[in-house]
T-cell receptor, first 116, second 115 residues
Framework: AQSVSQHNHHVILSEAASLELGCNYSYGGTVNLFWYVQYPGQHLQLLLKYFSGDPLVKGIKGFEAEFIKSKFSFNLRKPSVQWSDTAEYFCAVNVGLTGTASKLTFGTGTRLQVTL | DTEVTQTPKHLVMGMTNKKSLKCEQH?????MYWYKQKAKKPPELMFVYSYEKLSINESVPSRFSPECPNSSLLNLHLHALQPEDSALYLC??????????????FGPGTRLTVT
């Protein structure tokens, strides 16, 4: 079964600092990768996703992520964070099976706190 | 409309009560999901419905009973719950349950407290 690791549990950054959140997964086959964000009191929202093609994917709100197959990683980046980026960030993996129902496995999440 | 709605927002129930959670989407999605999320933890999958048929049950106790009356509606019937079942229950939907159309849209959740 696939698993997802997010090693940064709590990250504190000042506004305008650069962000990189790590995500590693364990599965040797085709995977679909996602980053979701959960702002305080709000529902989970998709930031970006990777299915195939260009390994550098751009999402909403200036976020991007790079899929490095050899490292089983899908790290999330943002060049300059804002206070409004304070939220919980979840990496998720779906094993790319077709024809059968598949499931999303979430990492444990990284709480990002941006200070003014 | 890219919205998944859930009712009620909050629910408090006793261990002998029977209640239901409701989830609705009008995006034409054919897959719907129930997740359980405890505080400061990731969502954990409970059930997957694909084309109104239950396709995944993650060994959820029978006190949780899902129902998909039509392609837009998903219910979760609750009976004889335990205090440890208190959590945020999330509903999600996606165009399909596998392949490239798998992006899931989440509802705001129902905050359940079992007393």
């Amino acid at each position: 079964a696939q698993s997802v690791s997010q090693h940064n549990h709590h990250v504190i950054l000042s506004e305008a600092a650069s962000l990189e959140l790590g995500c590693n997964y364990s599965y040797g086959g085709t995977v679909n990768l996602f980053w979701y964000v959960q702002y305080p009191g709000q529902h989970l929202q998709l930031l970006l996703k990777y299915f195939s093609g260009d390994p550098l994917v751009k999402g909403i709100k200036g976020f991007e992520a790079e899929f490095i197959k050899s490292k089983f990683s899908f790290n999330l980046r943002k060049p300059s964070v804002q206070w409004s980026d304070t939220a919980e960030y979840f990496c998720a993996v779906n094993v790319g099976l077709t024809g059968t129902a598949s499931k999303l496995t979430f990492g444990t999440g990284t709480r990002l706190q941006v200070t003014l | 409309d890219t919205e998944v709605t859930q009712t009620p927002k909050h629910l408090v129930m006793g261990m002998t009560n029977k209640k239901s959670l409701k989830c609705e989407q009008h995006m034409g999605h054919r897959a719907m999901y129930w997740y359980k999320q405890k505080a400061k933890k990731p969502p954990e999958l409970m059930f997957v419905y694909s084309y109104e048929k239950l396709s995944i049950n993650e060994s959820v106790p029978s006190r949780f009973s899902p129902e998909c009356p039509n392609s837009s509606l998903l219910n979760l019937h609750l009976h004889a719950l335990q205090p440890e079942d208190s959590a945020l229950y999330l509903c999600a939907s996606s165009l399909s349950s596998s392949g490239p159309s798998y992006e899931q849209y989440f509802g705001p959740g129902t905050r359940l407290t079992v007393t």
